[in-house]
């Protein structure tokens, strides 16, 4: 069955530490996948996604992640975060041969300023 | 609209009575997802349609829970018979399909149910 995993679910650094939030998934057939971001108080958005190609893609706000097909992972990561980077994310994946996108069980992050 | 639009964002029921919760999706989206977010529960998935597909309903969590999209369009999740442990934020997102591979989902606000 199709499922994505993440490990930490609650982050806590200072502002200018650098992150890395983890994610694996287990999946047939084609594979994409996201990060989202839920802000305080705001609805889900994209933050970056994979569907074929680089395995290191960029996002938005300086956030990257790295597709390793070996590892089945897709890990989150910024070089240094800020105190507005403080909100939940989700890892999140599509098999081609379902459609479904199923979410992992998300992560908090809280930045200290 | 430019995004998905859901109705109510607020819904507080007495516990037994049915509810209907709405989906307005992006228009041209052929998928519509519906999900449910609890605290400290994540995104639970419950149904997806795409296209004239039969709907995948494999995340609907019990028989008092349904779903229907009326022409390709809006979306209504109906749970009957509320019961406390229903009550969380249930979220809609649509995209599109280009050769079965989906593209980026948009969600819409949510409708937070509260089950007294």
């Known amino acids: 069955a199709q499922s994505v995993s993440q490990h930490n679910h609650h982050v806590i650094l200072s502002e200018a530490a650098s992150l890395e939030l983890g994610c694996n998934y287990s999946?047939?057939?084609?594979?994409?996948l996201f990060w989202y971001v839920q802000y305080p108080g705001q609805h889900l958005q994209l933050l970056l996604k994979y569907f074929s190609g680089d395995p290191l893609v960029k996002g938005i706000k300086g956030f990257e992640a790295e597709f390793i097909k070996s590892k089945f992972s897709f890990n989150l990561r910024k070089p240094s975060v800020q105190w507005s980077d403080t909100a939940e994310y989700f890892c999140a994946g599509i098999s081609s041969n379902t459609g479904k996108l199923i979410f992992g069980q998300g992560t908090t992050l809280q930045v200290k300023p | 609209g430019a995004g998905v639009s859901q109705s109510p964002s607020n819904k507080v029921t007495e516990k037994g009575k049915d509810v209907e919760l709405r989906c307005d999706p992006i228009?041209?989206?052929?998928?519509l997802y519906w999900y449910r977010q609890s605290l400290g529960q994540g995104l639970e998935f419950l149904i997806y349609f795409q296209g004239n597909s039969a709907p995948d309903k494999s995340g609907l969590p019990s028989d008092r829970f349904s779903a229907e999209r009326t022409g390709g369009s809006v979306s209504t999740l109906t749970i009957q018979r509320t019961q406390q442990e229903d009550s969380a934020v249930y979220l809609c997102?649509?995209?599109?399909?280009?050769?079965?591979?989906?593209?980026?989902?948009?969600f819409g606000e949510g409708s937070r149910l509260t089950v007294l």
């Open positions: 999946y047939g057939g084609t594979v994409n």
């Open positions: 228009s041209g989206h052929t998928a």
């Open positions: 997102a649509s995209s599109k399909v280009v050769s079965r591979n989906t593209g980026e989902l948009f």
